[in-house]
């Protein structure tokens, strides 16, 4: 072939190559956002360019095109165009928008992917961890009163009857016995005291005083609140156990801590008295000498 004609084709070939651009740089296969780093204004790529497994040149905008892997792109899900929904699918796997490790939600308040490990579809209405909203959880971490314990209707509420507590030491959801769960004021609850489920025991600590277990002190009586001694602890003294006051036998707060080795009205147990003439030794009574 003649020399100045095989420099006019490559010359041709070359001006043929320049009108077809190879797919931008730092395409975007895996990016939600559907723009890759590298797309700049006017860019360019055509089908034959894109060589990666699953990939196909996708509009990204009127003006832009970009190699896209229909197999994992969020906004191209195996097709152009076809973006995956973020209320239903957290990310697209071999063509398909799956949530999770399961397929898509059907949508609605009650069926949203939610994230999580992994993510998952939930209904909003009762989620407890999901409620109303992804990631809005009706439980309070264990250092914040509780405001409720589970989802109905999505929102949260406390107990089977939907009280709204405030979540603060006078209004703190807990749970009662037999499970079922409502308002607390954890400050005077001898049930609730200072934390749900922490209980005063009567025998040291009939009443609940500023969240703490107390025996028989009268709010109006400003004093340093304390149970009295538990029996069983190494360091107990004398004063051993929260019983009535004679005078105020059912006022409690008026309960006081006595020794039952030795008072007279609260003999080896509260409310046993000895009669007249007789004297508490050893927690009996026995007559004086």
């Given at each position: ?102 397929p898509a939600c059907d949508g609605g308040q009650t069926s949203t992917c939610c994230p999580g490990q ?5 209904d909003l209405q009762t989620d407890d961890d999901n409620c109303g909203g992804c990631s809005s959880s ?71 005083r500023v969240a703490q277990c107390v025996c028989g002190i009268p709010e109006d009586i400003a004093v ?66």
């Amino acid at each position: 072939m003649d020399l100045s004609l095989r420099t006019v084709l490559f010359a041709l070939l070359l001006a043929a190559g320049a009108g077809t651009a190879a797919c931008p740089s730092g395409k975007d296969d895996d990016d939600d956002s559907g723009e890759g780093e590298g797309e700049g204004e006017g860019e360019q790529c055509e089908p034959r360019t894109c060589s990666g497994t699953g990939e196909q040149c996708c509009p990204i905008d009127d003006a832009r095109t970009a190699c896209k892997n229909l197999n994992s792109s969020f906004t191209d899900c195996g097709g152009c165009g076809d973006a995956c929904d973020s209320e239903l699918a957290s990310t697209c796997s071999a063509g398909e928008c799956i949530c999770g490790d399961g397929p898509a939600c059907d949508g609605g308040q009650t069926s949203t992917c939610c994230p999580g490990q992994p993510a998952s579809c939930v209904d909003l209405q009762t989620d407890d961890d999901n409620c109303g909203g992804c990631s809005s959880s009706c439980v309070a971490p264990t250092s914040q009163a509780a405001k409720s314990d589970h989802c109905l209707d999505g929102e949260c509420v406390c107990g089977d009857v939907g009280e709204a507590c405030e979540g603060t030491l006078d209004s703190t959801c807990c749970a009662d016995e037999g499970g079922a769960a409502s308002c607390h004021d954890i400050r005077s609850d001898p049930a609730h005291c200072g934390e749900c489920g922490k209980a005063c025991d009567p025998t040291i600590g009939n009443i609940c005083r500023v969240a703490q277990c107390v025996c028989g002190i009268p709010e109006d009586i400003a004093v340093d609140a304390a149970p009295c001694e538990n029996p069983d602890a190494p360091d107990a003294d004398s004063l051993d156990s929260c019983c009535p006051d004679p005078e105020f036998p059912d006022d409690p707060d008026y309960f006081t801590c006595v020794d039952l080795d030795a008072n007279f009205n609260h003999c080896g147990e509260c409310g046993n008295g000895c009669n007249e003439g007789q004297e508490c030794v050893g927690g009996e009574c026995q007559d004086k000498s």
